[in-house]
């Protein structure tokens, strides 16, 4: 990645350095720590996003960072994950991803309709619409990259669905947290919210941690258990594909390639916690480490965005993304009020 003559250059173009780039991630990650103590409310996942942004956009990191940073965003996001199965029992697990099955149910047709009809009202393309219909209602790039393999889009639709759903995480962030306190949510009910209605891992955790431990610890689940729906998604669209494209359509599908093993591990680690093998005393620091982990993830997906290309992807997918996530988050708070589980 070249810099343009306005920006400062950390590094020059050149051979990829694994180390370089995790050393920047974790210097800017307990930058973001200490600035997330001094300032509670926003807390130190907010600040690993912003500084990696700025960083990112006004440094312009060479391609010597990349490795780092690509590790750091994808390995240091499902390590804190595993380390907050650590603290939270096997009966807690189950219970709270059983309580958040009708919820998600209900969000993810939400998400599907809002983006077959508004994608056909703006006349966005049906690949297009799909990978930002999926990433909104599952896992954000995460389920974009599952199922791109499947429908085969072209690499700008990919970059645009990525970019959109981005776009709508770091707002999520920034912005559930605030609506949460407005709307007086108790710590069950927006780590609900958080967890249904936000696109990524890192957002989910990054927003329900910066509302307190306890919907932190909620919403984590509750994402955990929607991000599991990417694997019968996946085989429903492998059977459409395969159908219509009798010769190419499914022929490169593996269930290994694309089911989120960190959620085993996660189970793992909880059944150790239940278990007793983990004492108790030991709970404090497993938190604290999970949450600079978490920290040091969002600091790399930070420095992973280009603002130049996230506005250069044009006004209708954003409009497309904008209005799935609307109906996403609206009807996860309709289904609770419903359910009277606020």
């Known amino acids: 990645m070249s810099s343009s003559s306005s920006t400062l250059s950390l590094a020059p173009e050149g051979r990829q350095n694994f180390w370089a780039g995790l050393v920047l991630v974790t210097v800017i990650a307990f930058l973001a ?41 994808k390995y240091v996001l499902q390590w804190s994950i595993v380390a907050l199965g ?111 209605a936000i696109n ?36 429903v669209l492998a059977l459409v594909v395969a159908y219509r494209e009798k010769k190419h359509g499914a022929g490169d599908f593996r269930l290994a390639r694309i089911f989120p093993w960190f959620i085993l591990w996660f189970l793992v680690a909880s059944g150790l916690r239940t278990s007793g093998v983990i004492p108790a005393g030991w709970l404090p620091w497993i938190h604290q480490a999970a949450e600079f982990l978490i920290i040091v993830a969002l600091a790399a997906i930070g420095l992973s965005s280009n603002l130049r290309r996230m506005a250069g992807t044009g006004v209708r997918p954003i409009l497309l993304g904008l209005g799935v996530w609307g109906a996403v988050s609206l009807s996860s708070l309709a289904v609770q009020v419903a359910m009277g589980q606020l």
Not at 52 to 64: E, L, M, Q
Not at 143 to 148: E, L
């Open 86 to 196: 650590a603290g939270l029992s096997l009966s807690q697990v189950a219970h709270t991803g059983l309580d958040s099955l009708a919820v998600t149910s209900v969000t993810v047709t939400a998400a599907a309709l809002a983006a077959w009809s508004l994608g056909r009202l703006l006349g966005v393309s049906g690949r297009l619409k799909l990978l930002i219909g999926v990433g909104t209602a599952i896992c954000g790039g995460s389920a974009i990259a599952a199922v791109t393999p499947i429908v085969k889009p072209d690499d700008h639709e990919t970059a645009f669905a990525i970019s959109t759903i981005f776009l709508f995480n770091v707002a999520a962030v920034l912005l559930f947290p605030l609506l949460g306190h407005w709307l007086h949510l108790s710590d069950t009910g927006f780590g609900m919210w958080a967890g249904t």
């Open 33 to 73: 720590l200490v600035a997330g103590r001094a300032l509670p409310l926003i807390g130190g996942p907010v600040f690993g996003i912003l500084i990696g942004i700025i960083v990112r956009n006004v440094f312009a990191p060479g391609v010597a960072y990349e490795a780092g940073i690509r590790f750091a965003a």
């Open 200 to 235: 990524d891992t890192s957002s989910v955790v990054a927003a329900g941690y910066s509302y307190s431990k306890a919907a932190g610890d909620f919403a984590t689940i509750v994402k955990l258990t929607r991000a599991t729906l990417i694997i019968p998604i996946c085989l």
